[in-house]
């Protein structure tokens, strides 16, 4: 996703073995917000209007991205996991419904592949092939996916205190874990689903991420520390490669990367060399890990994305954040 000079959110696709680009433009109030891999040859993508309001969620196939199809038109959608061993299947969470004055909704599995009409307002029962129900006893405050992008967590709030429960996808039940959404703030579950990822603060050492068992709610022994800055709202990285977490960028006073992994850090010393003035951000890696994509963005870079090779050792630009700035001096 990157702005053009009129500040409107657009969609590029790269292909990297030739970095021929394919393109789908936002127009008018409304922009391209986000997108998600549904496999190597669809996308999701989500648009808003006037840079405020959700609207809706479409399907694209690469190589005709301009035919696009509308899964709903209206509602304030997320997507919660898209599950690998169902090809074309998406969970999606109504936040706010449209046509009920902006309540929440369902949790529903759709199939992308079908659709009852191109125009449609919202997905229809042709579309969705299965609702979740959620754990009783509190409003649902979130929805959460394994790394597989099945269903796997919900969060609930009653009586101001939240509560976390876990699904049991052979029952089709929820039991609430012993893990307290209260005191620890919870990021993603483990490539092993019986743990997820949590940041803990105490006054004595400050934020920590540590590994905490849902079943028992025992909390392992912090990877990284910082007494000053809450790590919660960063992104962790996972290597299907080494079956583990590699690591974590959060915000300080500019953004830091803490690496886990060898590979991962040697990755980014090779970037953070050939670019010491720019702040350099992984966006995405193969799984493989042999190729990584970054941000690099800094004082004299408004932004570009560029692809390592890590094996050899090259780095090249994919695009440019500001392509109409970037030959200018500042």
Same mark, same amino acid.
């Given at each position: 996703i990157y702005s053009d000079e009129h500040d409107t959110g657009n969609l590029l696709v790269f292909e990297l073995t030739n970095n021929k680009p394919q393109g789908l433009r936002g127009a008018g109030d409304f922009d391209i917000a986000a997108f998600h891999w549904l496999d190597d040859s669809h996308l999701l993508f989500n648009i808003t209007r006037e840079k405020i309001y959700s609207w809706g969620l479409y399907a694209a196939t690469i190589g005709s991205l301009?035919?696009?199809?509308?899964?709903?038109a209206y509602d304030a959608l997320k997507i919660?996991?898209?599950p690998r061993k169902r090809p074309g299947r998406v969970l999606v969470w109504t936040v706010q419904d449209a046509h009920d004055y902006g309540q929440p909704g369902e949790l529903n599995e759709l199939d992308t592949t079908r659709f009852s009409s191109r125009f449609g307002s919202s997905h229809t029962a042709d579309t969705i092939v299965r609702?979740?129900?959620?754990?009783k006893g509190g409003a649902v405050l979130d929805w959460l996916a394994n790394q597989d992008g099945e269903l796997a967590l919900c969060v609930t709030g009653a009586n101001g205190q939240a509560h976390l429960h876990r699904y049991q996808r052979e029952k089709r039940i929820w039991l609430e874990t012993k893990f307290s959404p209260n005191d620890n703030k919870p990021m993603e579950l483990d490539l092993d689903d019986r743990f997820i990822w949590v940041v803990t603060h105490t006054t004595q050492e400050g934020y920590a991420l540590r590994r905490c068992e849902l079943e028992s709610g025992k909390l392992e022994d912090p990877v990284c520390t910082d007494p000053h800055y809450d790590m919660s709202n960063g992104r962790l990285y996972f290597s299907e490669h080494e079956h583990r977490l590699v690591g974590i960028t959060y915000l300080q006073r500019k953004p830091l990367t803490v690496w886990f992994s *060898?590979?991962?850090?040697s990755a980014q010393a090779t970037v953070d060399l050939h670019s010491p003035d720019t702040d350099n951000i992984l966006v995405g890696h193969d799984q493989a890990d042999e190729s990584f994509l970054y941000h690099l963005s800094g004082s004299q870079n408004p932004g570009s994305y560029e692809l390592l090779d890590l094996e050899? *050792?090259?780095l090249r630009v994919i695009a440019h954040s500001a392509p109409w700035l970037k030959d200018h001096v500042f």
């Open positions: 301009q035919r696009f199809e509308t899964i709903n919660i996991g898209i609702s979740y129900s959620p754990p *060898k590979r991962f850090a050899k *050792k090259t």
